[in-house]
C-alpha cells in the first residue's frame, strides 16, 4: 500500500526567505507526483504536477523536483511572500490505478510579515 | 481551465437526516470522479470512485449504504450522505481529471448536531 510522507508537518517562516518542503513515498510506480496547496476551509488548487519521467517542474517562484529511485520530491518556494500561507499536499498517483491520489498529511506553511 | 464546481460550500443538519452534494465538471466530461473525506488537520482520503453509468467503487471501511453515489451523467456526481450522525461531520472534496490534470472543488462542510 503507497504512503505518503510529508516532512514537516508545520514551518514557520520570515517573508523573503527561501525554503524547502519535502515528500516521500514508499512505492516508486507512480503515474505522476503532484503538489497542491489548500487554505483553510477550501479546496484544493493545483500547483505543480511531475509525470513519472520528468525530474522537475517550474512555475514561477516554485519549483519541483522529482527522484522516483528514491521515492522523494521537494517543492522549493523562493521569496517566501505572507500570502503563501497555507496547507501544502504532495499526492502520488500509482501507475494503474485508475488515477486514484493518495495525499500526504501536508505541510501547514506560515510566512510571516 | 477546467473547473470542478460543488454545492452546497456548507451544510449544517439534524442527526438523521440525508444530505446530498453535488459536483459538476463544468465544460468537460468526467467519465470518472473521486470522492475524498478529510477530518481537521488531516489529509484527504479516498472515499469512492465515482464512474458514469455504473456503480461507484467504495475504500475499504466506506459504507456503500451510507454514503450513496450517483454519477448519472458525464458532468454530475452526487454523495448522499444517509441517515447523518456527529461522526459524520467532515470537509468532503470531490475532484475529476480534466486535461491531464486533477481538478477539485471547492469542498463542502457538513455539520452533523
Known amino acids: 500500500k503507497q504512503e505518503v510522507t510529508q516532512i514537516p508537518a508545520a514551518l514557520s517562516v520570515p517573508e523573503g526567505e527561501n525554503l524547502v518542503l519535502n515528500c516521500s513515498f514508499t512505492?516508486?510506480?507512480?503515474?505522476?507526483l503532484q503538489w497542491f496547496r489548500q487554505d483553510p476551509g477550501k479546496g484544493l488548487t493545483s500547483l505543480l504536477l511531475?509525470?513519472?519521467?520528468?525530474r522537475e517542474q517550474t512555475s514561477g517562484r516554485l519549483n519541483a523536483s522529482l527522484d522516483k529511485s528514491s521515492g522523494r520530491s521537494t517543492l522549493y518556494i523562493a521569496a517566501s511572500q505572507p500570502g503563501d500561507s497555507a496547507t501544502y499536499l504532495c499526492a502520488v498517483t500509482l501507475s494503474g490505478s485508475a488515477r486514484q491520489l493518495t495525499f500526504g498529511s501536508g505541510t501547514q506553511l506560515t510566512v510571516l510579515p | 481551465g477546467a473547473v470542478v464546481s460543488q454545492h452546497p460550500s456548507r451544510v449544517i443538519c439534524k442527526s438523521g437526516t440525508s444530505v446530498k452534494i453535488e459536483c459538476r465538471s463544468l465544460?468537460?466530461?468526467?467519465?470518472?470522479m473521486f470522492w475524498y473525506r478529510q477530518f481537521p488537520k488531516q489529509s484527504l482520503m479516498l472515499m469512492a470512485t465515482?464512474?458514469?453509468?455504473?456503480?461507484?467503487?467504495?475504500e475499504q471501511g466506506v459504507e456503500k449504504d451510507k454514503f450513496l453515489i450517483n454519477h448519472a451523467s458525464l458532468t454530475l456526481s452526487t454523495l448522499t450522505v444517509t441517515s447523518a450522525h456527529p461522526e459524520d461531520s467532515s470537509f468532503y472534496i470531490c475532484s475529476a481529471w480534466g486535461s491531464e490534470k486533477l481538478f477539485f472543488g471547492s469542498g463542502t462542510q457538513l455539520s452533523v448536531l
Open positions: 512505492d516508486s510506480a507512480i503515474y505522476n
Open positions: 511531475i509525470q513519472s519521467s520528468q
Open positions: 465544460d468537460f466530461q468526467a467519465t470518472t
Open positions: 465515482s464512474n458514469e453509468g455504473s456503480k461507484a467503487t467504495y
